[in-house]
């Protein structure tokens, strides 16, 4: 999946400015890009120059000028085409799992510490999710249609962290339970 269509399903709800842009695609964990200057802006200029988005130069009366961009009718059939083809794979690759293969050469007090750094990390990550979504805050667009897949798109990395959390400890409880049943050597 490229940022390009991201960035123009987000114009398809209306005018945004390329740091409006940036603030959103920061604030979605469900998204793989963290919104950093050169991923937004590069991406705009060439949905520009693709004339798949207009820019307006606002000059308000008091600050800097803004630099807002619209979908155009030639990046909406782009969009419709993109959403129209085939889906991607979810990533299902995970850090974690590269440590787990070394883990042999582990003690099994210090895998459990790993595994217990680990689930820790996705304890604090989940609560601050858990936190965003009790708060309401987060990206949320358009129609109610738009909304309720807003909300759903938000709540997938609480439900995967779950998921996550659910899998770190049925591994340290088959681990503990290993370590019970064979003989040390």
């Known amino acids: 999946m490229s940022i390009e ?16 842009l940036k603030k959103m695609l920061a604030q979605s964990e469900a ?14 200029v060439g949905l520009h120059g693709d004339g798949l988005a207009l820019l307006e130069v606002q000059h308000p009366v008091e600050g800097p000028a803004r630099k807002l961009y619209t979908i155009t009718p030639q990046g909406i059939t782009a969009l419709r085409e993109w959403l129209r083809s085939e889906t991607e794979a979810p990533q299902l690759r995970a850090p974690i799992v590269s440590r787990l293969i ?7 007090e ?34 109610p249609r738009q909304r ?6 938000n ?16 591994l340290r409880w088959a681990l503990a339970r290993l370590e019970t049943t064979v003989p040390s050597s």
């Open 148 to 153: 309720l897949l807003w909300q759903c798109i």
């Open 102 to 108: 070394a883990a042999e050469v582990l003690s099994a």
């Open 31 to 44: 998204l793989p890009w963290s919104g950093n200057n050169n991923q937004v802006y590069r991406a705009l």
């Open 110 to 143: 210090d895998l459990d510490l790993l595994l217990s750094r680990y689930a820790e990390e996705v304890r604090l990550k989940l609560l601050g999710l858990e936190e965003i979504e009790r708060r309401g805050v987060g990206v949320a667009l358009g129609s």
């Open 5 to 20: 269509f991201t960035i123009l399903a987000f114009l398809s709800s209306g005018p945004l400015s390329g740091y409006d």
């Open 155 to 170: 709540s997938r990395p609480i439900q995967l962290l779950r998921a996550e959390e659910a899998w770190v400890r049925e």
